[in-house]
């Protein structure tokens, strides 16, 4: 059989920030790379500038940063470029697509070869007779905009004057508050499109390299023969949800083999020691705030600090176990927020949306624009990737049929390539209530129907994605490959990946170990 000849990747950039990101792309995908720019045979360069003096044999794969950027670089290679804004979709496997909405910088010019393209929209050009490939695609600008910027949700002033109201805005009654929503807000959204357009920019930058240099070895999301993730999750919004949603919910997530995750507020109704006795067999404790009254994200970050550390310490006592995680009221989500979590203890966090289509506090859409996790400041974020049950039934108007229906449909894709399913019901609305339990009951046994599919906690799966962050391939000087960041135990759970090409039907992924290939993977810590 034929031996694969694996490409050295090296990632470069002027600017630290604009490498920062560059090097989460990599690290996303877990192939091994280097930030030393050097020279030598089977090298691929991914830079955000024109590098001049290469040798020959040094394949060099550009994506500038800004309208600027595209025009220095059109200019350094004697070709012409222009801006649409247009929308882009490229496949990720024979079924799947990824959809981006952004600006595209159209390279022009006699030696240009347009190599990847989705029919209307040319990705990545080859420049005839050199090494050089041009990408239209700002892959850092766009990752900053949709992940970091999408990170952000700055409260309305219509949210803030409603909450300097004496009462909270829980005093106004939940079938008005989500009546007030309907007008702007549909049921028909063509949510696929917006869940991922982060997953649009990672594929682009794994084809890239592909195409570009030929096979890329990876390591995939989950432990070995797992296709995909599914967390079940419940905010427990009242004391009814608790004694009555609860119980009703429980008894269909034990008959799936199901444990879910809890989010409690600390100290918006009574709570005693014996309710957390009752729920432990069924899943584990996060914090869902204090007193769930929308107030936490207007706060200045000493005083979330010590709020959270408030909710987490109560529900510690009264749980007489650690709780390691928390969702926001609202889903309110802020970079400053994850920076209180981190320092009141938390380990992880799943209050952003990977999209909404109306969020309570900015009045506006919102998400991160990825369905899987990611780490900032210590903290795992873990996007809640399905669309929850109070936008579908009481925003949208949906029954819990038809809301069911949508999650499956959305789950699909999410499963489709790879990510992680988060589901957010409540106990206080209508899945939990006796009539609809069927519904919810047939939703969770398609949602595990797949063999591939692994039911995990959000802690548990925080855990994990932790460990995988730190896991990474590092080339040796003889060539050969060698996996860290882990126990021989937990290495071998990983999967390594051969990515062998890229096209109308999205990448090809063989299992390295069916060739031969000139490296060499020792599994153990040698970090």
Known sequence: METVVLPRIVLASERADSLALLREYADFWKVPYSLEVTTGENTVIVSTDPLPNLDDDVTVVISSLEEGGFRRTADTLGVSVSSRNTSIRLPYSRDVKTFLDTTLYEFSGTKLEGVIHDGDNTVLSHLEGTNCFLLSVDLVSDYRRLLYGGLEDPPSLRFRLATKLPLSYNTIPSFIRSRSFRSTTTANEPMEEKLGPVECLRTIFLSSLVVSSGPVLRLGFWKRGISHVLTVSHDVETRRGLDVGWPNLARIERAEGIRATWNVPSNRYPLSASDFNHMAPDGEIGGHDTRHDGR??????????????????????????????????????????????????????????????????SLHSHGVGTVFPF?????????????????????????????AGRLLALSNWVASIGGVCVLLVHPDYEFAQPKYLQEYQKLLHSLTQNPGCQVMT?????????????????????????????????????????VTGYGRDGFKIEAPTALSISYNVTYGDKS
């Open 458 to 498: 959000l802690g548990e799966l925080a855990d994990w994605w932790d460990f995988r962050n730190r896991a990474h391939l590092v080339t040796r000087t003889n060539g050969s490959l060698e996996l860290r960041g882990g126990s021989v135990e937990q290495l071998q759970q990983l999967t390594p990946q051969l």
């Open 375 to 403: 780490k900032i400041d210590g903290v795992v974020e873990i996007p809640v990737s399905l669309p929850q049950d109070h936008q579908l039934v009481r925003v949208a108007g949906m029954t819990p049929g038809e809301a």
């Open 296 to 361: 936490l994200i207007l706060l200045g970050l000493e005083d979330k600090v010590r709020r959270l550390r408030l909710c987490k310490s109560r529900l510690e006592q009264l749980s007489m176990g650690e709780v390691r995680g928390f969702r926001s009221p609202l889903l309110q989500h802020g970079r400053e927020l994850i920076q209180a979590l981190a320092e009141a203890g938390f380990r992880f966090d799943s209050s952003a949306p990977s999209w909404e289509p109306l969020s309570p506090t």
